[in-house]
């Protein structure tokens, strides 16, 4: 990476060259490379959400995360930049520390999960309510404000309300989810109870390196349970996880790029990685997994039989669930975690 350019002729500061590829780029470069885009508009709005210059954090599923770019977790920012809500009083681009505020605010506005509608959104996903014991992390939100664009007028849905967390147990951040407010009606296939929204999914604040986190008591979340950790993408995945392993903790990265770059605790012996089965999963599974071995830590992959294991625990079951774990698991933590059916 040059640092200085435009005196010896040989390349302007911000340029990079591979030099056992022969590949050559500026910044949008890599991240074009990074994330897999094609389209410079894409790659343009990539480049916008990582530096904060637009209110619209656009991250409907996380599809253009960017992967970490080395191994560097502790990079500032996030994929995924807030945007304004009419629920937490921002400015059109709040700083971060302005963000993890507003993300806090909301989060202690919202009500405990518990007979709620996302507590039915989450049962309708399959999710056990064994698996949803203890659960502080998720709270409900009746009337949590959504932009369509960054001039439209926004308007309430209800939301569930997920917190992320640094290893110290402080909230950085937080995801919404909006739902469908007829929570009884026919299971949409793709949009899952969603809301019909083109973009059901926001973050507010922080999110790089940190996760919303299951099955850690309140301050310990840098205390693994007995050295072991179970890290996934999205929260309906590892909840699935929870339904058949509800004793070992764990934590949702909230992306493919930011399950890369997650921070790992003090203590940690032993990481499962339950990756989805893409692209994108593969190579945020080879990213921490490198990353982990790096920290002397055992790193064990998990794979989902369908496309994730929500899709696992939806359509196969909770015994083929189980049944697929054990034969993954390390024989003394499927003796000692794995739920009994």
């Not at 909006?178 to 999110?207: F, H, N, S, V």
Request: proline share 8%; aromatic share 4%; net charge negative.
């Amino acid at each position: 990476m040059r640092l200085t350019g435009g005196v010896t002729g040989k390349g302007a500061a911000g340029r990079w060259q591979d030099a056992a590829e022969g590949t050559h780029g500026d910044l949008l470069d890599l991240i074009r490379e990074n994330c897999g885009l094609t389209e410079f508009r894409e790659v343009a709005e990539e480049a916008r959400r990582f530096l904060g210059l637009t209110g619209d954090d656009h991250t409907a599923g996380y599809e253009h995360c960017c992967r970490p770019l080395g191994h560097l977790p502790s990079l500032p920012g996030s994929c995924a930049i807030p945007e304004p809500q009419a629920d937490d009083g921002c400015d059109p681009a709040p700083d971060a520390a302005q963000a993890q505020r507003a993300a806090r605010r909301l989060f202690g506005m919202a009500q405990p999960l518990p007979g709620t509608l996302a507590e039915t959104y989450l049962h309708r996903r399959g999710i056990t309510p064994e698996a949803l014991i203890g659960i502080d992390a998720l709270r409900f939100h009746p009337r949590c404000f959504h932009r369509a664009t960054p001039e439209a007028q926004p308007k309430p849905w209800p939301a569930l309300i997920a917190a992320v967390t640094d290893l110290d147990g402080r909230i950085t951040g937080i995801q919404r989810t909006w739902l469908d407010p007829d929570g009884c009606a026919p299971l949409d296939p793709i949009r899952l109870g969603k809301a019909p929204l083109a973009t059901p999914r926001r973050a507010l604040g922080l999110l790089l390196g940190h996760a919303g986190r299951f099955g850690t008591a309140p301050g310990l979340e840098c205390e693994p349970v007995n050295g072991l950790l179970m890290a996934g993408e999205g929260i309906e995945t590892v909840l699935s996880l929870r339904c058949v392993l509800s004793a070992m903790p764990m934590a949702a990265a909230l992306s493919a790029g930011h399950l890369a770059a997650l921070l790992l605790p003090a203590g940690l012996r032993r990481l499962y990685i339950a990756r989805d089965a893409d692209a994108a999963g593969d190579r945020a599974m080879a990213s921490l997994t490198e990353r982990a071995i790096a920290a002397g830590v055992e790193a064990i992959t998990l794979s989902p039989r369908l496309g994730d294991f929500n899709d696992d625990l939806r359509e196969l079951g909770v015994a083929e669930l189980r049944a697929n774990l054990r034969v993954q698991l390390a024989p003394e933590d499927a003796q000692r975690f794995l739920v009994s059916g």
